[in-house]
């Protein structure tokens, strides 16, 4: 089997001799051809000439969420085709991992490493539903390129914190989750917006749901971890349905704390509730719109400002290693 490994150089919790154990594990089993990603989108470049290949069956992304990301957009550049793309296989190398880890995988390299080529051996792989964002026909952002996402899109409060994460990691910061807490503060702080939503959801024949402050865009739970614990926005998201969407119409001091507390113990069978709760599971096509431009995260990597962004939630997208 040839397979291509697209390592991140930069990945938060593996070191230099750390990849060459790993690589020379997956080199073992198979002809395995490893590239460095050397600039921002490299990763997808390596996803897409893997997907444009005649011979490569498996592509395994060793570094955190971003890079799986990239790799995923590579890989369905043209489009789903589960039966005809590579599999996909992931070692976490970044600092959170949420996609691997909702996979089951460990979060140890060297362990998933070995789970992988036990799955390999196995013939053990399933395939998963991804979510897919796009420009809003007839809006600013009509010709924004769309672009998938594995676990979570965040439009408004939850991309100004991921936005605020990557400019504290530009200026040296190391990727924590004390950073994220941090940042999760100062943008409640600072966000003009949280006292009077801007949001409106909009889905084929239902009425709209307004007045949002915050949209989340879940694809699998647990949302994220903190450390060795999941947090469950929407307990009932999954990787065999659509895509789920958690909204809070308002965010004050008291409702921010009450939010808070429910999320830190949250569990796959509790997430976010209350009158200012809004919970709306297995949605296949529905649009977010903004009355001004918020930012948009997708994996946990800031894509800037839009006022509008349409998501369709796609079955069986791509075969992964598990």
């Known amino acids: 089997m040839r397979a291509l490994l697209v390592v991140n150089p930069a990945a938060t919790t593996t070191s230099a001799r750390t990849r060459d154990v790993l690589i020379h594990a997956?080199?073992?089993?198979?002809?395995?051809?490893?590239?460095?990603?050397?600039?921002?989108?490299?990763?997808?470049?390596?996803?897409?000439?893997?997907?444009d290949s005649d011979d490569i069956e498996l592509v395994v992304a060793l570094g955190g969420d971003g890079t799986v990301n990239?790799?995923?957009?590579?890989?369905?550049?043209?489009?789903?085709?589960?039966?005809?793309?590579?599999?996909?296989?992931?070692?976490p190398g970044g600092s959170t991992n949420v996609f691997a880890r909702a996979l089951g995988l460990p979060n140890d390299a060297i362990e998933a490493t070995g789970a992988i080529l036990?799955?390999?051996?196995?013939?053990?792989?399933?395939?998963?539903?991804?979510?897919?964002?796009?420009?809003?026909?007839?809006?600013?952002?009509?010709?924004?390129?769309?672009?998938?996402?594995?676990?979570?899109?965040?439009?408004?409060?939850?991309?100004?914190?991921?936005?605020?994460v990557e400019q504290a990691r530009e200026r040296g910061k190391r990727s924590t989750h004390a950073l994220y807490l941090r940042q999760v503060v100062r943008q409640f702080l600072g966000d003009p917006h949280r006292s009077r939503g801007t949001l409106t959801l909009e889905r084929p024949g239902e009425d709209p749901v307004t007045g949002l402050v915050l949209s989340m865009v879940c694809n699998t739970a647990p949302w994220t971890y903190l450390g060795n614990r999941g947090v469950y926005g929407v307990p009932g998201a999954s990787f065999d349905t659509a895509l789920d969407v958690l909204g809070?119409?308002?965010?004050?001091?008291?409702?921010?704390?009450?939010?808070?507390?429910?999320?830190?113990?949250?569990?796959?069978?509790?997430?976010?509730?209350?009158?200012?709760?809004?919970?709306?599971?297995d949605l296949t096509d529905f649009t977010l719109h903004s009355k001004v431009p918020l930012p948009l995260q997708m994996d946990g990597d800031h894509l800037g400002l839009r006022t509008s962004v349409t998501f369709t939630g796609v079955r069986r997208a791509l075969r992964v290693i598990v």
Do not use: I
């Open 26 to 51: 997956l080199a073992s089993e198979m002809k395995l051809e490893a590239v460095t990603t050397e600039y921002r989108g490299h990763a997808r470049d390596l996803g897409r000439r893997a997907a």
């Open 70 to 91: 990239e790799v995923a957009n590579g890989l369905l550049h043209a489009g789903p085709d589960p039966e005809g793309l590579p599999r996909l296989a992931v070692v």
């Open 118 to 164: 036990d799955a390999l051996r196995d013939g053990s792989e399933r395939t998963v539903g991804l979510g897919l964002a796009s420009g809003t026909p007839g809006t600013d952002d009509e010709a924004v390129p769309s672009r998938w996402f594995t676990f979570c899109a965040g439009f408004g409060f939850v991309g100004g914190v991921v936005g605020r």
């Open 248 to 281: 809070l119409t308002r965010l004050s001091v008291p409702a921010a704390t009450r939010y808070a507390t429910q999320l830190l113990g949250s569990t796959p069978d509790k997430g976010l509730h209350g009158k200012h709760a809004v919970t709306l599971h």
